[in-house]
């Protein structure tokens, strides 16, 4: 049976999930791992619910589905913890990382999981360093540290070049996202 790390995103529209889940796919392709990103739509406007998804491997993946049993599950809005099944299918040793200001103890007593929780108040960290609450990069950031897939230090470099791409006229938002990436990798909190 081949090894398929799986990762289930949960946002609404317009917080970057589908941006997360793709950028996370690029930066796991960098370390020559087979990936997969992509987003599942619903009712496709700003604050819907949507969901993105991420395989890696390290042989070719050849499912072409969502995932329904992730290693890992990546919430970038809290009002979602109780409302989008979030835990449903995460494997018994996963990890579920939440954008909120509660510990994972809090989190866990309050949606009632025993399982592996990682929180980081993303939200925070955007707004202090983005200027926006826009958690995807912050929530990019905490990923990286909890899983442990990709390197970080590689991971930065190259996301401030696709960055620098993206907004050539605009350092401040390449600035902020590095340091936004920084700080939830420093302040993600596990249990």
Known sequence: ???????????????????????????????????????????????????????????????????????????????????????????KEGKILINTSFSPKEIKDKIGFNGNVATVDASKIS?????????????????????GLIQFERMLKELESELKKKFSSKPEVVEGNIKAIKRAYEEVKED
């Open 1 to 91: 049976m081949q090894d398929i790390t799986e990762i289930r995103w949960h946002g609404r529209g317009g917080q970057g999930a589908k941006t997360a889940a793709l950028l996370f796919a690029t930066l796991a392709l960098g370390e020559g791992k087979h990936v997969q990103g992509f987003p599942e739509y619903g009712p496709e406007r700003m604050g819907a619910p949507v969901r993105a998804f991420n395989r890696l491997s390290k042989e070719p993946i050849r499912l072409h589905s969502g995932v329904t049993d992730p290693d890992f599950v990546v919430v970038l809005d809290p009002t979602l913890i109780e409302k989008a099944g979030v835990t449903e299918g995460l494997k």
């Open 127 to 147: 707004k202090e360093t983005i200027g926006r609450d826009i958690p995807n990069t912050p929530m990019l950031g905490a990923l990286v540290k909890v899983a």
